[in-house]
């Protein structure tokens, strides 16, 4: 078993928001992350696959097909979007790393066992100070 | 003269966007940064000031004050604001990360000439891969 | 159960010296990190928690209150000290970063419990080169 | 149970080819890595070990000693090297960074059971955003 | 004035060789770089612009079109090849980061003119301690 | 004209403390950085040289030959020590970052004309956050 970890970058703007809270409440909760114009980050993503080597291949999956579906299924639904406000990838969730972790999970688990592995982790970096990891 | 260099950190969300211009334009010419419902970023900032050494201290400014100022001039300005909707920071400016270090250098000059050194360089990341500098 | 790791920073000064050795047996075994006027470093200290996400928050635990317990219970010991010389953190130990992130390991684990968490692993980095984790 | 990471780098040349294979099919497979004359980067190694600390020391092994056996085992053999080409490190084996993984702990492991201690995890980083680990 | 910086990678392999001197010399001045099967780098290059600001678009230059002629006429040039046996790009010098600087240089300078802005300054790292800087 | 940058680490203990003042005066103005005790730091060492390129080698200097010369004149007199009572290398000044990197200019200056290039920059962090350099 050999673990592959590939890591892709995204901007994104959201707000910390729990909607049946008033103003006052949020702003307690969630601070500076509750403006309500929103706020924003370069995201960046790590994903680790884990599986056999192929011996045809040397590989565990091919890098280029893991970057086109963590393009396709991630980077393509949140990259340069407001994570509240646009298409419904975090739909009726707070918009927080740990969701949007756990969002993430479910958006590549089929694919990466198309690609003949399992998703091992997925770990995103709010800040450089901050970073989630969910292993399923 | 010596050169003195503090990096600062902020998130920030906005669009570029030409009020002049159609949403075709916008789209056309700013591409996925005009998402009507903004983007946003993980900035770095990075302020260099240029003085003599002062001989009782070793410094070319205190960076204690140099982390007070940028931080009330420029980043409690910014931090986890909407650049376009929040404030007057960038009022009546296109939110291009070259707007925005003009915009700065503004905001730190004679503050900094207060501490006894010169503004020598504002140096902005809006990510890794791209940066600004002005030099006045 | 989802992981989430905060980063801090701080600088010391050290020496690796075991006081039951002469000066020609610490240089022996510590090589130049038995400088006897101490050396120091940037020290990363990473800390990570495990929990389950609360629904009204999203978040496995308020950044702000372990941020806040960092500081107080680690930070504030540490930072601009001689790990050696100053305080009791280290006391009768020797200030390898292997002790150093047992002794962080017990002044963090009570205050995370408090907070709703579990501590989960602490990271520290003496350089960029080398890390040391222990996970309880 | 402790854990200790040490980072070492070194530059290679290879690249990615099946000989069973003809020149169309390594290209579909392997796109610009199968380019006939080879491609290189700077590869960044972390290996873990872990075991307990010694009382005398304060350490899980000696870093001089995991340095020296880092260096003598691997970097003598990969650095500046072509990995295809040079010796017989990787003799048979597809350059790809997962065959590299499991060369690499096989080229440690005994070794780092003569220091005391049991290895973890061998990754490397063939770029910043490609990683593979290996855990035996 | 203000000044535009974009940050691209690529891998190359290549070794250090006159062809005027025999092995002995070779190794004796370019030590492991003259390696006879070559060897590789992840380089990183930075290219820095300078210009007026557009009012119109907040711009000094459209990135987009800074990272298509820097694809065009650099890393497509350079990325997974050969730098000493692949095309003309550095045909006839010594492959060199010096070398490479110049030559990137003269492959950007007339279309950056083309993009309304003058070129300030080529910047190869080929590891993260040894990095060259050309002002044309 | 070309210039070439070398990248160097170096761990030191020390404190800035003008002994013309008492402790209170020490505190006030240098806070953390006046522990009586000493604190430490990782501190990283860019150094630019400039030339032209000798073109038997592509290289304006033998990056070993810069190595050597830093470790020797530099890395040598202060790595795994304690910068204000080890060796005479800042004696009778203030060891700031300021002070350091003009000291450290010093020690290089000559050394860079033998080996045929020019010194042009000195530029030291001491940490992630504060950068000073010196142009002489």
Redesign the interface.
Known sequence: ?????????F????K?W?P?WDETENQR?????A?P??????YTIWV?VKGE?NP?????V???DLRDLMRKAVIDQV????LD??GDFMQG????T??L??VIWQALEKGILALGATLHEVKIAE?????????G
Do not use: P, Q, W
């Open positions: 078993m050999i673990y592959l970890t590939r890591r892709e970058h901007a994104a703007a959201h910390l729990n049946n909760v969630f601070g500076a992350c403006n114009n929103g706020h924003g980050h370069n680790t080597i045809e291949t040397g590989f565990v091919n890098l280029k990259d340069h979007k407001n406000l646009d969730k707070i918009s927080s740990e969701n972790c756990m800040t450089e100070n901050n970073t989630i990891s969910y292993f």
